[in-house]
């Protein structure tokens, strides 16, 4: 019997390693963008199949972290758009997490009442720690859309948190 590491392609490597270093936390973000553990872990495998499909994408990308979260981003929206219902990232991310303190509950509620387009950018951020290029990156946009998405979703959110006392 051969073993089957001798035979491995070079290009595939990599992707395992990616795939070791960041499997969970692109399974926590898949998880919070479709709502659950199984439809999660399918859509993690699907990213990876994508990313053995075009190793080479990997030399070129900005970023190896930023490459994998837009390839899970995209299968997460296609999967979301077959299911033909809109999945709340902020409401699943409360239903997740016991409320510490009525703080951070309404800061929860608050994040849920912003634009997607701001969410998903602070999601990014703040959760998935990616960088400013990282998020450019994984959202195919200007870093300075970056900025100007997490500059206005902290505003928002300050005023969100003002008017409701």
């Known amino acids: 019997m051969v ?9 595939i490597e990599p992707i395992e390693r990616l795939y070791r270093d960041l499997g969970p936390a692109i399974l926590g973000y898949l998880r919070a963008a479709v709502g659950d553990s199984e439809s999660a872990q399918d859509l993690l495998q699907q990213t990876f199949l994508q990313a053995l499909r ?3 994408r990997l030399d070129e990308a900005f970023s190896p972290r930023a490459w994998l979260f837009g ?12 299911r033909s219902k809109v999945v709340s990232l902020p409401a699943q991310l ?3 997490c016991q409320p510490q303190n009525l703080r951070i509950e309404r800061m929860r509620e608050a994040i849920a009442r ?3 387009n701001l969410k998903e950018t602070l999601e990014l951020r703040l959760r998935q720690e990616l960088s400013y290029q990282e998020i450019a990156s994984v959202l195919e946009i200007p870093i300075g859309t ?10 928002q959110l ?4 003002q008017n409701d006392g």
């Open 3 to 11: 073993e089957l590491t001798q035979g491995k392609d070079a290009a």
């Open 54 to 56: 075009s190793p080479d």
């Open 71 to 82: 390839i899970a981003r995209k299968i997460a929206a296609n999967a979301i758009r077959r």
């Open 94 to 96: 409360s239903a997740n």
């Open 114 to 116: 912003l634009p997607i």
């Open 146 to 155: 970056v900025r100007s998405r997490l500059h206005n979703a902290v505003r």
């Open 158 to 161: 300050r005023q969100i948190m």
